[in-house]
Every structure is written in C-alpha cells, then in structure tokens.
C-alpha cells in the first residue's frame, strides 16, 4: 500500500488511436527523477512507431502536472552533459516536441522548472484554473540549454521568454492565458472532458495532413525549414486516399473516414 501511495515511474496507455503518458509521483508533485526520462523515451518510441496511434495526451496525476527535474539529481545530470550542452532531459524533451503524432498537454496543476519546457514541447496545451508555472533557472545559477530557450522564445515571444527566464518569477492562471503559455482554461474537474474532446477532433483529421504540416510547421518555427522536404509532403498528400476519402465525404456530407495512407 505504501508504495501505491508513493506513486511508480511514468505510466503509458494506448487505447485505440490515443495515446497516453502520465507522470505518477503524485505525492512528489510529479518530479521526475533520471528513470523516468528514460521511460518516457521508450514510450515515445513506441508513439513513434504505431501506426495506429494519431494524438498523444501527456499528463500528470495528483494536482500537480510535474514539479519538474529532481534537483537532487541535478548535479549528476550536469556531469552527463556533453561538450554541446546536451543532457538526456534536452533530449527527451525534443523527442516529444518532433513526435509524428499531435501532442496535447493536459495541465491538471502547477508546472514548474524543466517541465515547462515538457508543456512547451507540446502542440496544444489545456490548463486548469488556479494552475500557476514558475521557472527557476536563474534562481538556482543554472543557464538553459538551448532548444529549451528557442521553444520559449518561439512560443512565446522573445521579450516574454526573458520575464520567465531571467526574473524567475512565478506566473499565475490568467496571465498564463494572456502570454500564450496555455491555450485556454477550464475548471479542473472539465479538464478530461475538454481533453477528450481535442484529442477526437485531432485523431480524426487526416494523418497524413496533420503529421506533414506538424513537421513543416515546427521547422519553420525553428527556421530549419527546407521547401524540398515540405513540397514532398505536400505531394504525398496530394496522391493519397485520404485526399479522395475527404474530397468524397466533403461531397457526400459525411464524417470521413481516413486511413493515413
């Protein structure tokens, strides 16, 4: 039973067509210790590599989302690092972002340190109301590595990513909304319907469209675009059956049934 009480590792489920990775140390907040990055980078793999599955939800259980990276760990995840800043964290945190599928960020509670970044990471992101986020790098003498930075300035514009970043001041719900950090905001107990919700209109778009212009879009933001790449999506799009399924159930007025290929 104690260890029931304490909470596991991170959890994933799929069901269907969605996925779902939840950080479980409730009690913690949510920390993630160095195990844990190494289990979500297994379960994004296997994101990666099932076909069936369209939308990733990424959460936390409790009413905390994640009290991010266990600073215990901290020093010992500095000295993993190499020359290039690089940390499994980093890492793990841009596999998330380059998913093939759209990820959804289910914000049941506050959000803090490196899991922000998690949050960021993330294409949409739902908060709930008395949520509040703090990043405290600047307070623990910590420079961010770099695809953390441009996520924050990308998202959420340059002068904003500096306010976070260099005064380290907690941010409240609404403001969270104002700057962008979240998508919108529901009470907590809406949140999974609202989740829910977001995750079927998503899966049930055309795979191919969604993945393509997920990818192409990211670039673009990250200013690694290359036309070649994106025309050959566009084309790929252009020639499969999910095109003729959704130009037929346009015509027909019918939900389309879309097979990703």
Not at 162 to 168: E, G, M, Q, S, Y
Not at 192 to 197: F, G, N
Not at 233 to 251: M, T, Y
Request: hydrophobic share 40%; glycine share 10%; with cysteine.
């Amino acid at each position: 039973m104690e260890a029931a009480a304490e909470g596991t590792g991170p959890i994933c489920a799929i069901d269907g067509g969605r996925a779902t990775i939840r950080l479980n140390r409730p009690r913690q907040h949510n920390r993630i210790e160095p195990a844990d990055l190494l289990a979500i980078h297994d379960f994004l793999a296997t994101v990666e590599d099932d076909p069936a599955v369209r939308v990733l939800v990424f959460t936390g259980t409790g009413k905390t989302f994640s009290s991010g990276y266990h600073l215990g760990a901290l020093s010992d995840r500095q000295k993993t690092e190499t020359d290039d800043g690089d940390s499994l964290f980093s890492r793990v945190v841009d596999q998330l972002e380059a998913l093939r599928v759209p990820t959804i960020a289910a914000l049941n509670g506050g959000v803090y340190g490196g899991s922000t970044d998690m949050a960021l990471a993330c294409d949409f992101r739902i908060g709930t109301t008395g949520m509040r986020m703090f990043m405290p790098a600047a307070r623990l003498g910590l420079h961010y590595y770099e695809s953390g930075l441009r996520r924050y300035a990308t998202r959420l514009g340059l002068s904003t990513a500096k306010r976070l970043f260099l005064t380290a001041q907690p941010v409240e719900a609404d403001e969270l909304l104002k700057i962008g950090f979240v998508d919108e905001l529901v009470a907590p107990e809406e949140l999974a319907a609202r989740v829910e919700a977001l995750a079927g209109i998503l899966a049930a778009n055309a795979p191919l469209a969604v993945q393509g212009m997920k990818r192409a879009l990211n670039a673009i933001a990250a200013g690694t675009a290359d036309s070649a790449t994106i025309n050959e999506s566009r084309k790929a799009c252009a020639e499969s059956d999910d095109i003729k399924e959704g130009l037929a159930s346009w015509a027909e007025k019918r939900t389309p049934v879309f097979q990703g290929r």
